[in-house]
């Protein structure tokens, strides 16, 4: 990714859906946590659940105290956009 942070529509964040690819999107920033998937405590197939997707909803049930945005800094890929939004 660069280090250049963009925005992302739902349709390129769907495309991210695999345990090798594997973007989410909490709170409105998409984060590609591919890295994480094998430190994270809870295990790859419970955050396989939100990837491709928004793991907002999921996140929050169990770990709402969690500070995603801190741990996943370094991931951050960029901001969801609404679809229709810049021509796209
Ligand atoms: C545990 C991070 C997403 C399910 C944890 C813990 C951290 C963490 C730090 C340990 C919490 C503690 O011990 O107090 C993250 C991050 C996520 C993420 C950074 C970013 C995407 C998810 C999602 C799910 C999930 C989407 C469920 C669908 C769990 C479960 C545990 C856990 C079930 C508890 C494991 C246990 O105590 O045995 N996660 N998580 N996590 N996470 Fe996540």
Do not use: Q
Request: charged share 25%; glycine share 12%.
């Amino acid at each position: 990714t660069g280090g250049i942070i963009r925005k992302i529509t739902n349709d390129e964040l769907a495309r991210h859906n695999t345990e090798t690819d594997a973007w989410t999107c909490i709170r409105g920033k998409v984060y590609n946590i591919t890295p994480y998937m094998k430190f994270h405590p809870g295990g790859i197939d419970e955050l396989m659940r939100s990837v491709g997707c928004d793991g907002t909803d999921l996140f929050d049930e169990i770990h709402r105290w969690v500070n995603v945005e801190s741990m996943l800094a370094k991931c951050l890929v960029g901001y969801i956009i609404a679809d229709g939004v810049d021509g796209k």
